[in-house]
């Protein structure tokens, strides 16, 4: 055997943890750091896993990024609490076996793998350093996690009181995959669409988005299977927005489609597409008016872009908005015709009628009292779990 059949043959092989779809630098919903980037600071997050592994690597993404991007140095560690890693966890990071890396300007890169066991529902603490200006930083917005920021290198830093800053949102960190020295698992679930996937109202640090809920589901019926969310607060099917991220249908492959061991994606986008229409606010722009036909258009393009990967998908009805700024007679009316359209079509593998199971039984153009968060259109915890139970997961 040749030294190129022997990397080729100890090469781990990488498996779905934690995943973030990422969006251009923006203001909006909580305070970040986005705009103004980093400068000599540490930056720590911690992220739930849904897979399993006894080693680990990160991507980092500097998709939206106008000039290259330095990371002076990263480290992995498993989570004790707040900012705070367990002792004799923390891993030094490498990059093409050097400390330090430059990404270019709309690169993506992988850490090397470092030695970390973690289980399902365990966190991951990944810290990194930036000691020169990054301008404005590629992110993800809505985390409803808690990001920790301290002044220089606190890579190594044991107290976690030097990490006195923090926001909601998760910078650069794209990715946490994980391998056990076995095959790879082919059995990912991917859930994909815009704030009601993303988890918007669920508790911080909670982990109580239906993606979570759905993954504890799994586990709890003895078929526990990794489920990365890749939603994104604001998106649209159809348009895209530089708050709210690319449009459903071009950030799909790399969202979906590009995972590992992907085998099913859960669909839910469109509600914005039609709610933006109705609203005059810079911040809910583009905002034409979208016909159901459109919308349709749409969807088949994610159905067939899904059929031609070999991975089933689930379309998920659009959920009552009665009583928010959203909901005039016209957006009932598309809400009505596009959710008819997926539960009769057939077109996609499986619905599943999130708009049925958190409808109010009195009133089924509003969300019951007991799932609202408040704004009348996404849920509280409680209905976050509800959209996991109605979940088919034989169909996945």
Same mark, same amino acid.
């Given at each position: ?42 930056? $720590?997050?911690?992220?739930?896993? !849904? ?37 004799? %966890? ?29 289980? @399902? ?11 020169? +200006? ?11 996690? !808690? ?19 923090? %926001? ?12 056990? #020295?076995?095959? =790879?698992?082919?059995? !990912? ?17 909670? &982990? ?10 799994? =586990?709890? $019926? ?6 990365? &969310? ?22 799909? *492959? ?20 039609? #709610? ?5 606010? @810079?911040?809910?722009? +583009? ?12 969807? *088949? $393009? ?9 991975? $089933? ?24 015709? /596009? &959710? ?38 996404? @849920? ?10 109605? /979940? ?5």
């Amino acid at each position: 055997m040749n030294r190129i059949d022997e990397v080729h043959v100890n090469a781990p092989s990488w498996g779905s943890g934690w995943t973030a779809a990422v969006q251009r630098p923006s203001e909006g919903f909580h305070k970040n750091w986005a705009r103004e980037g980093f400068a000599d600071q540490t930056v $720590r997050q911690v992220v739930r896993v !849904t897979g399993t592994g006894t080693s680990a690597r990160i991507k980092l993404s500097h998709r939206y990024g106008s000039s290259p991007l330095e990371v002076a140095g990263a480290t992995i560690a498993r989570t004790d609490r707040g900012a705070a890693e367990q002792t004799g %966890t923390v891993r030094r990071l490498t990059f093409g076996g050097a400390d330090e890396v430059r990404i270019p300007a709309g690169g993506e890169v992988y850490s090397d793998a470092a030695e970390v066991s973690v289980a @399902p529902f365990e966190s991951l603490t990944v810290s990194l350093y930036f000691a020169r +200006p990054t301008g404005p930083a590629s992110f993800h917005a809505q985390a409803y996690s !808690t990001a920790y920021r301290a002044a220089g290198d606190q890579l190594a830093a044991a107290d976690p009181a030097v990490f006195g800053e923090t %926001t909601v949102s998760w910078y650069y960190l794209a990715a946490v995959e994980l391998a056990d #020295g076995g095959p =790879a698992r082919e059995d !990912t679930v991917v859930v994909f669409g815009d704030s009601l996937t993303d988890g918007f109202a669920s508790a911080i640090d909670g &982990n109580h988005r239906y993606s979570d809920a759905l993954a504890e589901r799994l =586990a709890a $019926r003895g078929t526990p299977r990794p489920v990365l &969310n890749q939603g994104i607060g604001g998106n649209l099917l159809l348009s895209d927005s530089a708050w709210f991220g690319d449009r459903a249908g071009d950030r799909f *492959r790399r969202d979906v489609l590009d995972q590992p061991g992907v085998r099913s994606v859960v669909v839910l986008v469109g509600l914005n597409d039609i #709610g933006f229409s109705e609203i005059e606010l @810079p911040t809910y722009r +583009p905002n034409p008016d979208r016909s159901v036909g459109e919308l349709i258009v749409g969807y *088949r $393009r994610l159905i067939g872009m899904a059929r031609a990967a070999g991975v $089933r998908v689930t379309g998920g009805t659009i959920m009552p908005f009665k009583g928010s700024e959203y909901h005039t007679p016209a957006a009932e009316a598309k809400r009505r015709d /596009v &959710n008819d359209w997926m539960r009769t079509s057939g077109e996609f593998d499986a619905v599943a009628d999130f708009a049925a199971a958190l409808a109010d039984p009195a009133d089924p153009d509003a969300l019951a009292p007991a799932h609202d968060s408040g704004d009348h259109k996404h @849920p509280n915890d409680e209905g976050y779990r509800v959209m996991a139970d109605a /979940v088919d997961v034989d169909a996945l």
